[in-house]
């Protein structure tokens, strides 16, 4: 070949490439340089090769048709492309470009022996940078081009109109969302025609002005930015623009970018939300009011009824111990009948009241659940026994004993479902049975308490009625039974109260079970006032009992009571099966109940006797001791006891007859201190002293009672923060706090009706003394020593008062 | 009912019968419980009295009186409310020493009486 000037040719070839520089058509500038290349190099073909991937390598431009038509090689290829020096191989240079994400290469097919030729190696070297550069720069508008046309995709996708206009004021752009908006052409626009366009757009807003206010603090202040620029359209409102608008700088361009978001929909909803706020808040307010003005009405409401209430029943009651002729006495007791009843209602008319608007609020202390169970019975008794019903109870063992929870709610439910039945039951009997239905992981019991009766029963159809207020299942009832037809509706809001729910069951003249259930935990730390002793239960092991009751269930209960004391019980609802028995098996003990069909307890006891003399026998009846009658049949029986029977009672009396520990039977020598008229009493007994303790306890249980224990005023009042007492024996001197203060604690804490009756224990007789004890509000006094008689007088002189006043303060519960 | 008893010069064991209604079990339990007071209200006594406590020596002097009452100890319950009212008289505290002393004479032969009548009931 002739000689070819390699350096004017490369400066030629370059020179060549720059024009392409300029050049927007990347097809062009490929083609244009590979033929500028050609022609430099003086070369039969070359060929640009890319490589789209690890395994594909394509021809993008040849400048000749026929020039590298067979298949490529790209792993090869590759290689050379990622190196950084020209390949010479079977007889072709290849010049690898890898610039910008391209990655490939030029494959030159040179002519004759230029390969030898060292100027054409140094040309090659010059053309191979001035490629990468053409390359390096066609990528870059291809990269250019893809943004571009991403962001446009985007820009014109998005819901929002953008428009951005230069701080120079000489370019702009909007999205066609920003066009329609603004009633402009999407694309570029110019400034002036943007900011007029937006300008007509702020004043045809209804919040123009405000607009107009915000633009300008916006403005005043260059660099800064806004977001949430209302702008209102309409009235009514159709249409709402949140405008935010930014500083932008892009490469050497500043200006200020602005978005356009359509807010109808989200400014529509907050209004209507901030309505319905300023709705409810006023609702909120007035129902506050009224709640306020509900609570006010129901403790004055509640004070002004019951305080002269309880005047009126208290006059009553002081009226009925004077002294009246028989006309007098009658007009007396209806005043006092009716008095209880009014209170009644109006108790449970403000008890219902305040469940309703949610002011009860529930005790947690703890109590035993069998107390809560005799509680209720002692203060139904004397119902029941007029109507010769039995009160039975049965708490199964895997009940825990003491429970924490409030005593004075639970026990207002048991007397509204026990005095439901005692009403609507003729004969048999009211048995309540504690279940445990299980213990969950945090410790909580759900006890199932179950009321059933034995009376009239309760149609299906009207078991939704039962629980609705004001609602009696047979209006006639009211006219009969009386009631506020709210008991029932307290019970099933007092047992929601307390974690559970009330469902009855009922067969129609047959009987009613109201069960309910509570959730409470038991109470691990058991204090105990009364001076129990501690069950001896080798005394009555393996003893035989024979139990004789014309009653199926209270049979059952004493066969599992017996039977969980170690005993051996069999039990029979007929005298004439339990003599059979007695003729081939032994017994240590025979229960017999009083009232049965056929022979009473008493003839039972006296044909048993008869052949047995050495059986001890035990009667439970349902007055108090034995009639005049029967009082040739003292001596006939180890043991008396009154019903409602409680379990603690029967195991003592049991253990007591078997041990031999048996109290001589009153005989006519013997003042008998045992009253007729026993009306069960809560006692406590307020005193330090042990020999003290023991008299008055022992005297009281004598008499039939069973006192609970304090050791000083400050005990006293704990213990009647857990239980209701109808009278306190309180001594006056003790330690950590007199009876004197506890008294004048009692006073303040507790209004009249509701407190029991506080008799002072004092071992000085002088006036002086029973003057300061009556002036510290103490009802009376009993001077040591006192006589077991002395306490029965006692007892008698305030009984019939305590029980009036209890019963409506019970009935206030 | 009518019991004999031996005969006591210290106390009566016709009161406390009186008061626990002839139940001569409760009177022996009254009886354990008046033996084990006795030292426990002395040692309180003395106490209160070297502390010239007059208000502890008026409480104890009382709670003792109380319990000797019960079992008709009225010799030493007659001691006891000279106690009570002189620890409650400024002019007259000079004089509870006198009676304490007096009350330390007295308790022994009661208390051996009382544990002499402690075994008869629980023969």
Known sequence: MENINWTRDALDFLLGLHPLKKDKDFAHIYARSMELFIKYAHAHAAALIRLEDKVTAKVWYRTEESFLTSPLQPEKLRTWALGDRIIWEDGMFFLPIYENGFCGGIQLL????????????????????????????????????????????????????????????KNGWLNSNAARILTLESGENHPTAISTAMQSLRNMAVNKEDIAKEGARFFSTPGQSIRGWKWIFGDPVHTVLSVSCSPLQSAQTKGRLWVFTDDTFHHLATVQLNELNAELEEKRKLADEQNKAKSDFLANMSHEIRTPMNGVIGMTSLLSHTKLDEEQKEYVDIIRISGESLVSIINDILDFSKIESGKMELEELPFFVNTVIEETYDLLSVKANEKGLDLLYFVEPDVPAEINGD???????????????????????????????????????????????????IPENKFYKLFESFSQVDSSTTRKFGGTGLGLAICQRLVRLMGGDIRVESTLGQGSSFIFQVKV???????????????????????????????????RILKSQCEMWGMEAQVFNNYADALKVLKSTSFDLAILDMVMPDKDGVEVGQLIKGTYPHLPLVLFTSSGGLSRSHANTTGLFAAVQNKPIKHAQIYRTIQEVLTKRVKAAPTSTEPDVRKTDHIPLHILIAEDIPINQKLLSRSLQKLGYTPDLANNGREALNAMARKQYHLIFMDVMMPEMDGLEATRIILDTYPRGQRPIIIATTANALSDDRDIVLAAGMDDYISKPYKIQDIADKLEKWQRQIFETHENGMAEL | MKMEWPNYKHFSPIVIQDIAADDTELMAEVIKEFIKCIPIYLGELDAAIREQDFSQIKFVAHKLKGSSRFIGAEALASLLQQMEISADQPTEVHNIPGYLAQVHLVIPPLLEEVNEFYGVLTR
Request: no cysteine; glycine share 8%; net charge negative.
């Open chain 1, 521 to 555: 935990h038991a109470n691990r730390k058991i204090k105990q006032f009364e001076p129990k002793a501690s069950p001896d239960l080798e005394d009555l092991k393996g003893k035989r009992v024979l139990v004789i009751d014309d009653n199926t269930t209270n049979l």
């Open chain 1, 407 to 457: 005593i004075t709610r639970l026990r207002q439910v048991l007397i509204n479902l026990v005095s439901n039945g005692i009403k609507f039951t003729s004969n048999g009997e009211i048995f309540i049975h504690v279940i445990n239905k299980g213990l969950d992981a945090e410790g909580e019991y759900t006890l199932e308490f179950s009321v059933k009766d034995t009376g009239l029963g």
């Open chain 1, 110 to 169: 040179p002519k004759g022996t230029l390969a030898e030729d060292p100027g054409f190696l140094g040309f090659l070297n010059v053309a191979w940078t001035g490629l990468k550069e053409v390359t390096y720069l066609v990528q870059s508008y291809y990269i250019i081009d893809e943004l571009k046309a991403r962001f446009n995709t985007i820009l014109e996708t998005i819901p929002q109109g953008v428009v951005f206009i230069d701080e120079a004021g």
